[in-house]
């Protein structure tokens, strides 16, 4: 059973960055498409980004384009998502997954962008 833990969440002021990792656990990890997802107060879930097993090809959301991206490091079995230009909007608990219902998804990792 993989599991997933994601860091690096925070507080941060309008404009700043943050960088998130996602730990993978188990050695299949460069066998998946991987997906970071969010959940602001009040809404459901929505995806930001997936990146394919070799990391060739990579997607982002309309709303996170141009100021995230995503990368990962098959050799340690990690995701990341380094978050550029901040707004209040990005606030939410960001998570990562394997699978495209997000069913694997770990703890989450809280980003807080506020003044």
């Known amino acids: 059973q993989v599991q997933l833990v994601e860091s690096g969440g925070g507080l941060v002021q309008p404009g700043g960055s943050l960088r998130l990792s996602c730990a993978a656990s188990?050695?299949?990890?460069?066998?998946?498409?991987m997906y970071w997802v969010r959940q602001a107060p009040g809404k459901g879930l929505e995806r930001v980004s997936r990146?394919?097993?070799?990391?060739?090809?990579?997607s982002y959301a309309d709303f996170v384009k141009g100021r995230f991206t995503v990368s990962r490091d098959n050799a340690k079995n990690t995701m990341y998502l380094q978050m550029n230009s901040l707004k209040s909007e990005d606030t939410a608990v960001y998570y990562c997954?394997?699978?495209?219902?997000?069913?694997?998804r770990g703890q989450g990792t809280q980003v807080t962008v506020s003044s």
């Open positions: 990146i394919s097993p070799l990391g060739g090809k990579i």
């Open positions: 188990g050695s299949t990890f460069r066998d998946y498409w």
């Open positions: 997954a394997r699978d495209s219902e997000y069913r694997s």
